[in-house]
């Protein structure tokens, strides 16, 4: 889905949006008998926003934000290993 043009996805987020309409407009005549179904559909609704408001803010991929979260946590490790020996009695 992250691989699709934004406006790709503005169509898909309002097909979504009408089948979720449609799904609720069902559940309320009983066509409907699974719930999952809804909520699957908000799902996804909330993953193509997500997408898009990543993009607004000039988020691109996870692949970036990984990148830059490992040295973060190698940090994090070392710091808890010189806290471990100035923590111990010798």
Do not use: C, W
């Amino acid at each position: 889905m992250r691989d699709l043009p934004e406006d790709e996805l503005r169509v898909q987020l309002a097909r979504t949006r009408d089948e979720l309409f449609r799904l609720h407009l069902g559940m309320h005549t009983n066509q409907v008998t699974s719930s999952a179904q809804l909520r699957t559909k908000r799902r996804d609704i909330a993953r193509i926003m997500t997408i898009l408001n990543g993009r607004t803010a000039g988020i691109e991929t996870r692949q970036a934000k990984s990148t830059t979260e490992a040295p973060a946590a190698e940090e994090g490790a070392t710091a808890k290993k010189t806290k471990k020996t100035k923590g111990s009695k010798s």
